[in-house]
């Protein structure tokens, strides 16, 4: 069982200092952490829960939350779940595996009728020197497979190519000027020319040495509302 879970959307840090005796050693514990994010195309708000207990309600679409969940043992499988908070209706299940240290990211998408949960262990090691490393979720259901454009519009500039809806790409890395000048999104097998679906150039979003997570998804909880491309920092250690 768990032994302690830490809720993601809100934390709350209390350290109490005595002024006569040295503190107790605090207990060694045994973290993961994890990356929540809400995807799904529906008005209510996420509620999560791990292995039967609530650990979060009220996650907006679109906005990441952060969580820390306390193991009995070093390894050891435990049960996610999300569910509308409003009628009480699961959406959702899945059962993985959590390492002692190992960062996580957890993304509910598509919609009450086809719910899609995942599960994805985290890189957090640094990209190379003067890089940044990136890797792209497609979290889209009425989008079909996309190509990646990274620094042009040209043939060469694909770094990836028919990302599907629900698959999250491997990492990437590249440099900071590459990432500035442009990122395209087309549909699979198309050069940006033809076709582009999203469009983001001239921008100074990404920092060397960094890692990021770009989700392709839409601006609000609604099938009806324009694409959107998303950028959260992940952990880098």
């Avoid at 008005?43 to 039967?52: V, Y």
């Avoid at 076709?195 to 997570?213: A, D, E, K, P, W």
Wanted: with cysteine; charged share 20%; proline share 6%.
């Amino acid at each position: 069982m768990i032994k302690k879970i830490a809720a993601p959307f809100l934390f709350i840090f209390v350290f109490l200092t005595g002024c006569l005796e040295d503190p107790d050693p605090l207990p060694q514990t045994i973290d993961t952490y994890q990356y929540y994010y809400n995807y799904i195309t529906e008005a209510f708000d996420l509620q999560w829960e791990i292995d039967g207990e609530v650990i979060g309600s009220g996650h907006t679409y679109g906005i990441p939350a952060e969580g820390v969940i306390q193991l009995d043992q070093v390894e050891q499988e435990v049960l996610f779940q999300t569910r509308n908070p409003d009628t009480g209706l699961m959406l959702d299940s899945l059962s993985y595996m959590l390492y002692e240290n190992g960062f996580y990211m957890l993304a509910q998408l598509g919609s009450e009728q086809e719910p899609h949960l995942l599960c994805k262990a985290l890189d957090s090691r640094p990209p190379a020197s003067g890089r940044i490393k990136y890797h792209f979720m497609h979290a889209a259901a009425s989008m079909d497979p996309v190509d990646i454009y990274i620094g042009g519009d040209q043939p060469e500039d694909k770094v990836l190519s028919g990302l599907d809806y629900s698959s999250v790409s491997e990492y990437l890395e590249t440099t900071e000027e590459r990432l500035w000048t442009a990122i395209l999104v087309t549909p699979a097998n198309t050069l940006p020319d033809d076709s582009t679906i999203l469009s983001y150039t001239v921008n100074t979003l990404f920092q060397i040495g960094r890692t990021y997570l770009c989700t392709i998804g839409h601006s609000e909880n609604s099938i009806e509302s324009p694409y959107r491309l998303q950028v959260d920092e992940h952990p880098v250690f």
